[in-house]
């Protein structure tokens, strides 16, 4: 069964950085892409980039350029996202999700269950 | 950037009647490679992350009831929610998938009317 564990609350300050894990189990990790959303408190849905697992490739929406970060560790089934430069409107619930296809753009048919970040001086 | 739009912004059905959702895409996501729309629909309960149910405009992910259903092409798609049940009650989003950045639709509140 596909699971998507992601690490706990964060609180922030503005200009710092923040980082958010999503540990993957049951199946094969490198042959699926990760993909982050976020969504502000109340409001919809919004993509940040993927991550191949395989080679380590990116893509980020680039509004986010040069600001995130995605990584992964193979031993250990975990993708992570940073995010730079913390401002106010930061402040969301991020979902990491397993993308349904691999081709980086297609459906994401499993989801972590949200980490929600903080930045408040 | 692909603009999604969703009409109504929320929608009131009484239980067992049909509730239909539009999305709309600001250009086509239909690819021509595959033969396909690259459109997937949402739903997101309160305190839990988005549950998909429908991919390529129409087909229906494993373990989603059949009275969802998704249609449409190109630039104009449809969810449509049959004999509208208490646990369906939720937020709906689309989202194309065609191109970066992958976007999404602001999302439709189904609520009981």
């Known amino acids: 069964q596909v699971h998507l564990v992601q690490s706990g609350a964060e609180v922030k300050k503005p200009g710092a950085s923040v980082t958010v894990s999503c540990k993957t189990s049951?199946?094969?990790?490198?042959?699926?892409?990760i993909h982050w959303v976020r969504q502000a408190p109340g409001q919809g849905l919004e993509w940040l980039g993927w991550i191949n697992p395989n080679r380590g490739a990116t893509t980020f929406a680039p509004k986010f350029q040069g600001r995130v970060t995605m990584t992964r560790d193979t031993s250990m089934r975990t993708v992570y996202l940073v995010l730079s430069r913390l401002r106010s409107d930061d402040t969301a619930v991020y979902f990491c999700?397993?993308?349904?296809?691999?081709?980086?753009?297609?459906?994401?048919?499993?989801w972590g269950q949200g980490t929600l970040v903080t930045v408040s001086s | 950037d692909i603009v999604m739009t969703q009409s109504p912004d929320s929608l009131g059905v009484a239980l067992g009647e049909r509730a239909t959702i539009n999305c709309r895409s600001s250009?086509?996501?239909?690819?021509?490679?595959?033969?396909?729309?690259?459109l997937a629909w949402y739903q997101q309960k309160p305190g839990q992350p988005p549950k998909l149910l429908i991919y390529?405009?129409?087909n229906r992910e494993p373990g989603v009831p059949d009275r969802f259903t998704g249609g449409g092409s190109g630039t104009d798609f449809t969810l449509t929610i049959d004999s509208l049940q208490a646990e369906d009650l939720a937020v709906y989003y689309c989202q194309q998938y065609y191109s970066n950045p992958i976007t999404f639709g602001p999302g439709t509140t189904v609520d009981i009317k």
């Open positions: 049951g199946y094969p990790f490198t042959g699926y892409y």
């Open positions: 390529w405009a129409s």
């Open positions: 999700a397993r993308e349904g296809g691999n081709s980086g753009y297609d459906d994401l048919d499993h």
């Open positions: 250009q086509s996501v239909w690819d021509s490679s595959n033969n396909k729309n690259n």
